[in-house]
């Protein structure tokens, strides 16, 4: 989600040859990779965008009851059912639950009930270590003109300090998946999302691992995973790796490179999704990335959809506080009404969805 440099050639082949190659173990509660690969040969390719309704500046807009936006959220899964994709990755948000566990798990299911009914399924993020910290319930701020996700709050972004600090977040995972475990609207868990991000690498990996324990714990019927984003990362790179069923991560690079990713990803001998790319000003396109991702049956989630309050029309890097339109907007598929940016974009993703 975030700015970051990735994978010179050598980073990843050190990486391959010490994580990946190297991973013999499985961890207690893990998918067979047999196990994962029949899942997955159930699915059509796999493709869609990271999806919170053009209302809601973040999580919490998006899952409160007051800002809650069943209407939007029908209209715009229907701009994703047009072109063909089939999954969407939604983030949820602990504070959001917490303020409201009955109605906060009622408005997923009505969300749910929405995207089935435009043939999507869901791929649910818990924690986020992106962006704004100390989120708090009510009122969410306004979108800061010509800033990228202006208002995104991570989860937890606070220190966890105390052991009652992670039962207050076990009893959030066992809450939502020991409710929607069997939920076949459900494609996949994504646990935690672009964790060590904001250099929160110790809060980082304390909670990760907890986090697919309680995971495993639970056994939903769907897979669990956290996505890779930072090779740099080693440690939590290991933990994802070892614990997650099928393999998800995050690649903003050229073709050429994102290529090289995903050969070595499909070392392990288990699925492949790709949860965010395409960011059109480093040179990660719909056209560039997207064909090779289905030729090498990769799933293809990438960051944006309708432009709206997050901003994301703009660059990690370069803001525009005028609030102009920029020339290439920098993700993000259609305006509000349902027009594209660019009607190549949307041709060429109804092709590969032979829509």
């Not at 999580?59 to 072109?83: C, H, K, N, S, V």
Request: aromatic content about 12%; some cysteine.
């Amino acid at each position: 989600m975030r700015f970051k440099s990735l994978f010179a050639l050598g980073i990843l082949l050190t990486f391959t040859s010490s994580t990946l190659i190297a991973q013999k173990t499985i961890a207690t509660g893990v998918w067979s990779a047999e196990k994962a690969n029949a899942w997955y040969a159930q699915h059509k390719w796999i493709n869609g965008a990271n999806f919170s309704p053009s209302t809601a500046i973040n999580q919490l807009e998006m899952w409160q009851a007051d800002t809650f936006d069943p209407e939007t959220i029908d209209r715009e899964l229907g701009y994703a059912e047009g072109i063909g994709f089939n999954a969407m990755r939604v983030f949820l948000h602990s504070v959001a639950w917490k303020e409201d566990p009955k109605g906060f798990k009622s408005r997923m299911n009505k969300y749910l009930a929405i995207a089935d009914k435009h043939q999507i399924q869901t791929i649910f993020v818990f924690f986020d270590d992106c962006w704004n910290p100390n989120a708090k319930p009510g009122k969410q701020p306004e979108p800061k003109p010509g800033i990228h996700n202006s208002g995104w709050m991570q989860d937890p972004g606070k220190p966890l300090n105390k052991p009652a600090d992670f039962l207050e977040l076990k009893a959030y995972v066992d809450d939502i998946l020991r409710s929607f475990k069997h939920d076949k609207r459900i494609l996949l868990w994504d646990l935690y999302n672009e964790p060590g991000n904001g250099d929160k690498n110790k809060i980082s990996s304390r909670l990760l691992p907890k986090v697919f324990a309680w995971a495993h714990a639970a056994n939903p019927d769907q897979p669990v995973s956290s996505g890779m984003w930072n090779w740099n990362l080693e440690t939590l790179n290991k933990i994802q790796i070892q614990n997650s069923d099928v393999i998800t991560y995050h690649c903003y690079d050229s073709p050429e490179l994102h290529e090289r990713v995903v050969k070595l990803l499909k070392l392990n001998n288990r699925p492949v999704i790709c949860t965010e790319y395409m960011a059109r000003l480093r040179n990660s396109t719909f056209e560039n990335t997207m064909p090779m991702l289905k030729k090498e049956n990769v799933g293809a989630i990438n960051w944006g959809f309708v432009s709206g309050k997050t901003n994301t029309i703009y660059a990690w890097d370069t803001p525009m506080p005028d609030g102009a339109e920029p020339k290439v907007w920098f993700h993000d598929i259609f305006r509000k009404d349902g027009k594209p940016f660019k009607q190549e974009e949307v041709d060429l993703i109804k092709q590969l969805n032979s829509k």
